[in-house]
């Protein structure tokens, strides 16, 4: 069941806005991800099998070495996994 009230809606629309935000999708993603995060943690969302799942496959998108940079194919793979977990979030 998914949750529901303002808290709930807040984290939702925090989410798209940090995935939908100018600048570089990889600092995107962390951003929109450091939200959800604390959305879980006080409980405004419950973290669904599938959205654990993608938040695991957008954490190896973004794993780099120290002093690597990021190149397109991560931003792209970001790009992609944001926008299902999205489409996720209603059920979260």
């Known amino acids: ?10 984290a939702r629309s925090a989410f798209r806005e940090a995935m939908e935000a100018k600048g570089h999708a990889v ?9 959800l995060e604390a959305a879980f943690g006080a409980g405004s969302l419950v973290r669904t099998p599938l959205l654990d799942q993608m938040l695991g496959d957008l954490g ?4 780099q070495d ?5 190149g397109g194919k991560s931003a792209e793979a970001a790009r992609f996994i944001l926008r299902a977990i999205s489409r996720e979030l209603g059920n979260a």
């Open 1 to 10: 069941m998914a949750s529901s009230g303002p808290a709930a809606d807040a």
């Open 27 to 35: 600092e995107n993603a962390r951003v929109a991800v450091a939200g």
């Open 60 to 63: 190896r998108a973004l794993e």
């Open 66 to 70: 120290d002093g690597q940079k990021l």
